[in-house]
Nanobody, 125 residues
């Protein structure tokens, strides 16, 4: 079993930065692929970035060159550094984990197995 707890959300003006963290515990085998997702009011949840245990990362086009996903050496904390924030980045951000490879999940459009409770990010113009 895996538990995920997000933190670091808040309110910031456009152009600012925030750093989200996801504290992970439980079976490391079930955390082979980890990712950040977001959902804005009235919109579907979308993938922001993923990080595989191999170190392979993937980003949504909308956040490339602005957001960076990383993990501490012990693989117990997943981070998302968000720079140059825009009002359209406003959403609830969720951390997720899955035992399958990120590429496999993406190719077959599968859902991640474990989710955190989310942390709100609000960017004002």
């Amino acid at each position: 079993q895996v538990q995920l707890v997000e933190s670091g959300g808040g309110s910031v003006q456009a152009g600012g930065s925030l750093r989200l963290s996801c504290a992970a515990s439980g079976d490391t085998a079930r955390r082979y692929c980890m990712g950040w997702f977001r959902q804005a009011p009235g919109k579907e949840r979308e993938r922001v970035a993923t990080l595989e245990r191999s170190g392979l990362t993937s980003y949504a086009d909308s956040v490339k060159d602005r957001f960076t996903i990383s993990q501490d050496n012990a693989q117990n904390t997943l981070n998302l550094q968000m720079n140059s924030l825009k009002p359209e980045d406003t959403a609830m951000y969720y951390c997720a984990a899955d035992p399958r490879s990120c590429a496999f999940i993406s190719a077959l459009k599968l859902k991640f197995g474990t989710w955190g409770q989310g942390t709100q990010v609000t960017v004002s113009s």
